[in-house]
Structure formats: C-alpha cells, structure tokens
C-alpha cells in the first residue's frame, strides 16, 4: 500500500517568494495532520482535518500560513511570503478516525528559506 | 497545556538493552506511542499501548507505562547498529482528541 505521500522532498526558496507544499494521504483515512519539525521546538501540530474540513488550526504560526484540502486524497499547505525562520521540516500524516488511531507520517519537505 | 519530557541523547553497545524513558503531564491521556524517525525520513509508528495497561511487548520491543508516575519508557532488547535514530514519544489528548503532543525524541547512538 502506498503511504502519505509529500511533495516537495526539498525546497530552497527566497525569502518573500511564496511556498506550496503538497500531500497525498493514505486512500481511506479520514484525518489529515500537518506538523512542523524543528531544532528548537521539536514537532508542532499546526493543523489538522476531518474529511476534508479544517477542525483545529490554533497550531497555525501566523497569518502567513494557510491550509486546504479540497478533496479526501489532496492537501496543501502554503506559506506566503515565506521567510527564514520558516525553515523546517513540514510533515503531512493521516489516520483513520476512532480510538486508538494510527497516525501514519509521510516522509517529509525540506524547506529552507534563504 | 501538556508537555512530553524525553531526554535528548542515549549511547549504548551493540547487543546492550536500550531503555528510552519519557514522561507525559496529560492524565487523560488515552493512548501513548513510540515512533522512530531514521536520518532523512519520516516518523514510524513503533508501537502504542494503552492507557489501561502497563506493559506491552512486541519482539525486540517492551513498553512500561506507570499511568500513577506519567512515565513512559520503551525498551530495546539486543540493540543494532539499524536501531541508531530518534526515537519520539508521543500522548494523544483524553477521549474524543486526535491530537498527539510529541516530546523532542531521544537520538540512539550504538556503538559497534
């Protein structure tokens, strides 16, 4: 079975220049998480969704940061204008809703903003 | 709000036992997990137990959960070379959440 599948794998932009990242979820799940890695402050939840509607975004940073997932197997999340201290590893992961539920992450995008 | 402690580095032989100890502050904590993360890779679910139990085993891996201390831990029998990674601890939230809270994982160094 293919997993979350996330796209870019690495991206280096400009500081201002805008950023899409993208992600497939696993087929059937019905929960899709984005979280952020960094150094500093490990990994934060920034969002998540519930077939296809957004349920919590109070991880979102600032108003900067968007997200949507206009059907059940796409989500992006998109940072404009992106700066430096967005560099991090951004992290799309899905489950399938219910107790016990088994958050499955994709590999990552490396973002670095220079 | 709830805060996963972990601490941040561990160094063992190879075939040595790993323990990786981790404590949650959530008392309504329903489920709790381990997840690897491998250089330049994504999180891997390793195992979870459940809050109304106190020990789970799955091949090389033995979890202890001591709901009473919020302390978590996560036991490697025989350690690789191949177990070298960061190794996450995670709480999801009381009934209904389907949220985790991630401590800052443990990086696992094993010495040939």
């Known amino acids: 079975d293919a997993g979350v599948i996330q796209s870019p794998r690495h991206e280096v932009t400009e500081m201002g220049q805008e950023v899409t990242l993208r992600c497939k979820p696993i087929?059937?799940?019905?929960?899709l998480f984005w979280y952020r890695q960094t150094m500093m402050r490990g990994l934060e939840l920034l969002i998540y969704?519930?077939?296809?509607?957004?349920?919590?975004d109070s991880g979102m940073p600032e108003d900067r940061f968007s997200a949507k997932m206009p059907n059940a197997s796409f989500s992006t999340l998109k940072i404009q204008p992106s700066e430096p201290r967005d560099s991090a590893v951004y992290f799309c992961?899905?489950?399938?809703?219910?107790?016990?539920?088994?958050?499955?992450f994709g590999e990552g995008s490396w973002l670095t903003v220079v | 709000g709830e805060d996963v402690e972990q601490s941040l580095f561990l160094s063992v032989r190879e075939g040595d036992s790993s323990v990786i100890n981790c404590t949650y502050t959530?008392?309504?904590?329903?489920?709790l997990y381990w997840y690897k993360q491998e250089p330049g890779a994504g999180l891997q679910l390793l195992t979870y137990?459940?809050?109304?139990?106190d020990m789970k085993q799955d091949q090389r891996l033995t979890v202890l959960l001591n709901k009473k201390d919020k302390h978590l831990s996560l036991r490697i029998a025989d350690t690789q070379t191949g177990d070298s990674a960061i190794y996450f601890c995670?709480?999801?939230?009381?009934?209904?959440?389907?949220?985790?809270?991630f401590g800052k994982g443990t990086k696992l160094s094993v010495i040939p």
């Open positions: 137990i459940f809050s109304n139990m």
């Open positions: 995670a709480e999801s939230g009381g009934a209904g959440s389907y949220q985790l809270t």
């Open positions: 959530d008392s309504s904590s329903t489920y």
């Open positions: 969704f519930n077939n296809n509607v957004p349920i919590d």
């Open positions: 992961a899905s489950s399938l809703g219910g107790f016990g539920n088994t958050i499955y």
């Open positions: 087929s059937g799940h019905d929960y």
